[in-house]
Structure formats: C-alpha cells, structure tokens
C-alpha cells in the first residue's frame, strides 16, 4: 500500500468538527443530536434592560424575528392577560405550599355586584358551605402548567408577561377559622403570603376579595381568639399593599350580644387602618352588625377613599 492510500485512509478516520455526540456510559445513539442552525439575530433583549428602564427600553429590542414580536406592547400584554389570567383564584394555605384553584360558579356569583357578599346570612351561614356538587366543581384543579410554561419560551416574554399572573387575577382567601383549615391557631393565609410571593409581585395584586370570619369554628361565643390575635397584622399588611385597584372585605359573625360585646373595640380601631390601605378605584367593606357606628359612609384615607356599609337584608321570596 503505497503512501498515499495511508494518509487517505488516517484522513477518512479523523473525526469532522460535527461528528456524533459521544458520552461515556450512555447507550449507543443512532445518528447524534440535531445540531441548531445559527441564528441570524437574537429574539431575546440585552441583559441590561428591564421593566424598570420605562417603555422607552422596550423598543431596543429587535422586532424582525418571530411574527409575534412585531404586534404593539400592548396587544401582547392582553394575549398575556388571557393566556395566564382572567380568572378568579381561591387561595389558602396547605401546609407548607400555598394552594390555589379556580373558583366556581357560586363564588363569582357570590362575589358579584349583586351577589350574596353584601348581604346579611343566618347565623348558621358559612362562606364555605355550598352544595356538594358546587364543592366538587370548584375543587377541580384544572391544570395551569401549560399557560406557565408561556414564561420560559425566552427572556423578553418572561419580562413581558410575567406581571399578568398577580395583575389579571382576582385573589380570594378568608381570615378567621374554618373548615379546611387543620391547625386553627397557625397564622391566615393572607400573612403567610410574603412567604411565598416576592415584595414586588406582591405589589402586582390588583384584585383582594376577602372574607372575614370573626366567629369560632367551635361552639364557644364572641369573637375568635385567632382573631383577635391576628388583628392588628393582618391589616398592616394590607396597608403595604401599593398596587390595590380593588379591594373588598366582608366580616361575618354569629348573632349574638357576646359577639357585638367583642366587636365593639375592634370596630373603634377600623377606621384608623381603613385610612391607611392605599386602593385605586373601588375600596369596600361590609361589618357585621346593622348597629356599628361607621356604616353607610365614606372614609377618607391618604390616597383611597373606602364605602363602610352595613349588610344587606335578604330580599323577601315573592309568595
């Protein structure tokens, strides 16, 4: 064999630049991985700008890749609002995760501009009893991973739309004992929310529903100790709140002297925090006796302006 057919042979053997992927201990692979096609410009913006940088620093980014990246800022934030929010939430605490599904029909219902949240219920009535068909629908988590998984398609979609999830949902969650809840004394759901939620997305809320459940889940009377335990906390956290654009509070309470006797202090400090909550647009609340001395008027606060109403009575069945 002659010089030149060695060196032709060493050079058929040499591997190419793009030869196939080996790893050590890995079964035999047919074929190699697919290698990326360079790309001709980046679909992504430059590490250094952010939401901070204005509206201004958005249009750096270029806008000649996919089709998507050319429609207006604001078309794609809605698309972001539909495909990650619109929804009302149910939020509680499960441990150590912070659950969430979506709400049914009788809680949209309820929390309606007519519904039942501004109206006075039995002393029977809880927040969380509804029939078991309702029950089973609102307990049926369908899943949301899909339209999360929108975040990781790149970086300049995660900026975009990342503030959709806290901005386009409405948040519902209950203070006070109640049913679902294993431990009656540990913290409510609305405190342990910074455990779970960043400082700024937490600024990002827009819509807080809350039930406020003065009444033990035992049969003792007056107000709950949890209650009283968590009162003033409760309300300095949602005077850190800055983003509120809506904010709705019902208390609910057993009839009864005891619990007016133990509302009475508590009812004599609500104006003060109420001032102090920062709302955009519409800013309720509902107390639980027809009797307070606050109910029907307007609080003037730093920069919301809060309707305090007695509930409702139950409109009477045409017979």
Known sequence: MDRTTKKAERKARKPGPRSDLVVLGARPQHGGPAWLPRRDRPITPPLGISESDGKEGWKTVSQTGAFFTKLPLEIRRRIYDFALGEEMLRVEVDGAELDMWRCNGWTKKFWADDGGWKRQQGPGWKFLNYPPEEHKKGRKRRSRKAAINLLCTCRQVYLEAIGSIYESQTFVLAIGPHEERVHQHDKPTLLYLPYFI????????????????????????????ETLAWWKECWHFLSTLQGLNELLIRFQCRDGEH?????????????????????????????????????????????????VRVAEREPESAT
């Not at 990002?204 to 007056?222: A, D, E, F, K, V």
């Not at 202090?265 to 001032?275: N, R, W």
């Not at 609340?285 to 029907?296: C, D, R």
Request: proline letters at 6%.
């Open 198 to 225: 960043l400082p700024q997305r937490l600024n990002q809320l827009r819509r807080l529903y809350i039930h406020w459940n003065l009444s033990p889940s035992t049969l003792h009377i007056g107000i709950a100790d």
């Open 259 to 307: 619990s007016r006797w133990d509302w009475a202090p508590l009812e004599a400090q609500l104006a003060d925090y109420i001032k102090k909550i920062r709302v955009k647009k519409r800013f309720v609340v509902v107390l639980p006796f027809p009797e307070s001395a606050i109910g029907n008027m307007y609080l003037d606060g730093e920069e919301s302006r809060c309707e």
